[in-house]
């Protein structure tokens, strides 16, 4: 089993809808988890980090983590044609990778916004 | 403000050679990190540099080195080029003071092993 396990689609949502991308992870031990968004041909971009279980919110995007269950999400409400990207989702037992830097990603799920 | 910058963007080798790509850091980061994207898979890990020094890596052979200078520019090194080393090399500057920071990614080098 891997550590991290995310469907890598390829999704497709029509504009203005409500976007759900969801990671589920193996290791109790990871306490950080991160969203990133990566266009084509770009390096990936931090979107969101959220410590321990809970929610974050921020504009469009709410991230929520249930530790219990292993279970990570982000919500992209609204969602337009500039969000088609892949989302990564990123964990560690350290704050955003520790003093090694190492991020367990995975796989990237590739989301399409059709106007 | 700069941001991470990497060079080349994209290179054609053949397997057996060896290889060098070249990372500058963003302005005022003192750590780099190198990541492996193989086509359709998540980043991972291959080594961090902080203050010159190999900082922590991943599960990746020898035959992969780097280096980081004073100036905080970085070199990956990959020797002995397989076929599966084909992929795109992320390199990710932060700021190590206490706890982290984000990491800053560049828009990568396409290698390609033929």
């Known amino acids: 089993q891997k550590e991290v396990e995310q469907d890598p689609g390829p999704l497709s949502v029509p504009e203005g809808a409500i976007v759900s991308l969801n990671c589920t992870y193996s290791n109790s031990a990871f306490q950080y988890f991160m969203w990133y968004r990566q266009y084509s041909r770009k390096g990936p971009e931090l979107l969101m980090y959220t410590y321990s279980s809970g929610n974050k919110e921020d504009g469009r995007f709410t991230a929520q983590v249930d530790k219990s269950s292993k279970y990570i999400s982000l919500f992209i409400r609204d969602s337009q044609p500039s969000d088609s990207a892949t989302y990564l989702c990123a964990m560690s037992g350290r704050r955003y990778g520790g003093s090694q830097g190492n991020l367990i990603f995975g796989k990237g799920t590739k989301l399409s916004v059709k106007p | 403000e700069t941001g991470v910058t990497q060079s080349p963007t994209h290179l054609i080798k053949t397997r057996g050679q060896q290889v060098t790509l070249r990372c500058s850091s963003q302005?005022?980061?003192?750590?780099v990190s190198w990541y492996q994207q193989a086509l359709g898979q998540g980043p991972q890990f291959i080594f961090q540099?902080?203050?010159?020094?190999?900082?922590g890596r991943g599960n990746f052979p020898p035959r992969f080195s780097g280096l980081q200078f004073p100036n905080y520019s970085s070199e990956l090194n990959v020797n002995a080029l397989e076929l599966d080393d084909s992929a795109l090399y992320l390199c990710a500057s932060s700021f190590a003071r206490q706890g982290s920071s984000p990491l800053h990614f560049g828009n990568g080098t396409r290698l390609t092993v033929t």
């Open positions: 302005s005022g980061h003192n750590t």
């Open positions: 540099y902080y203050r010159e020094e190999e900082n």
